[in-house]
């Protein structure tokens, strides 16, 4: 079977980490073209990728191209839908970075665009391709710790200098949009439950909404409390409490889920002996010591999503996933602004989320 012909749009900071190398030695796949209106990055990509690349400085160009089959999505945030809609209509598949758009009605487009062309649409939710979230997802459903009480989360980077698309919500910017969005899916991923009502405050340090604190209220009750910011450390993390333990991961540091039994026998030492026996056959254990910083389900996500190019088979996450993560930012954004707890039903179109 011949490889995927996959176009890259938008050589960043990201794809520069992790899609250009992941694409250009994927299984099953062929990276044979990028776009990026920086000349100098193009120019500097042409002493990395392989001679026959083809390079644009438009991305409409590169969809317009017939043989390009599949295209990643990886522009500034504003410009992901009309990419999107584009390359539907001109039958390529859509890997689509998230957020899917600026908001849920260029997002409806987008939903329509994918759903008439019959062709595979996945949103770059990778975080439920880390090994870390699997397993806690896995540990969740079989009540490792019982029933469930409480969750926080925690994803936040370090200061860095952002381009200035990324400094203000009009053009795609915030730390709703950037984060929080990854966490809002992981919420649907690991509980698989819907999340009813959100009541959210956020503060602008360095740029526009920066800085939120979230809790979300899952259809059953359950409640998440939820910190971002894009000027602290860099940590993404998850703790669940329950009614016979605690389960914890931090993606950056932590080799396996860790489970605290609510129980007098578990105690500090035991817990810290059983860490240092398990790790040495942990998995991630080599990632961490030889690739520090590196991000495995980038490769997971996009082999899946060429694996069902090939197969013609659902793609998960797809892009209603992409639509509901939105719906939720949105529901955040009103609530800081209003001072109130807004309900999901409020603002959610039941016709598209339920498809």
């Not at 099953?28 to 120019?43: E, F, H, M, Q, W």
């Not at 939105?326 to 498809?355: F, M, N, Q, Y």
Request: proline share 4%; glycine share 6%; charged share 25%.
């Amino acid at each position: 079977m011949e490889p995927v012909k996959i176009g890259l749009l938008g050589c960043g900071r990201i794809a520069q980490l992790d899609h250009i190398n992941t694409l250009a030695k994927l299984n099953g796949a062929r990276l044979v073209a990028v776009a990026d209106t920086n000349p100098s990055v193009l120019k500097r990509l042409k002493g990395k990728l392989p001679s026959g690349t083809t390079f644009f400085e438009d991305y409409r160009e590169l969809i317009q191209t017939p043989e390009i089959e599949a295209v990643v999505v990886c522009l500034p945030n504003e410009l992901h839908a009309e990419a999107a809609v584009m390359a539907f209509k001109h039958r390529k598949h859509v890997y689509l970075e998230k957020p899917i758009a600026l908001n849920t009605y260029e997002a409806k487009d987008v939903v329509f665009a994918w759903k008439s062309s019959g062709l595979v649409g996945m949103i770059g939710f990778n975080l439920r391709f880390n090994p870390l979230y699997r397993k806690l997802k896995y540990h969740i459903a079989s009540e490792r710790v019982g029933r469930i009480l409480s969750v926080r989360s925690t994803f936040t980077s370090l200061p860095r200098a952002l381009p200035q698309w990324k400094k203000e919500r009009i053009s795609g910017g915030g730390v709703l949009l950037d984060l929080a969005s990854h966490h809002i899916d992981l919420l649907y991923f690991l509980f698989e439950r819907n999340i009813e009502r959100v009541n959210a405050h956020t503060t602008s340090y360095k740029s526009e909404d920066d800085t939120a604190t979230v809790e979300f209220t899952l259809e059953d009750g359950l409640r998440v409390q939820s910190f971002f910011s894009l000027y602290s450390i860099d940590e993404d993390s998850f703790e669940v409490f329950g009614t016979g333990g605690k389960m914890y991961i931090n993606r950056y540091l932590s080799l396996d889920v860790e489970i605290t039994d609510s129980t007098p026998k578990q105690t500090r030492l035991k817990k810290l002996l059983k860490g240092l026996m398990t790790a040495p056959k942990s998995p991630l254990l080599t990632d961490r010591v030889l690739f520090p910083g590196r991000e495995r389900s980038y490769e997971d996500a996009l082999f899946h999503f060429v694996k069902a190019i090939r197969e013609k088979h659902p793609v998960s996450p797809n892009l209603i996933d992409g639509y509901k993560s939105l719906v939720v930012v949105e529901a955040a954004e009103r609530s800081a602004r209003t001072g109130k707890e807004v309900h999901i039903s409020e603002v959610i179109d039941e016709d598209i989320a339920c498809k």
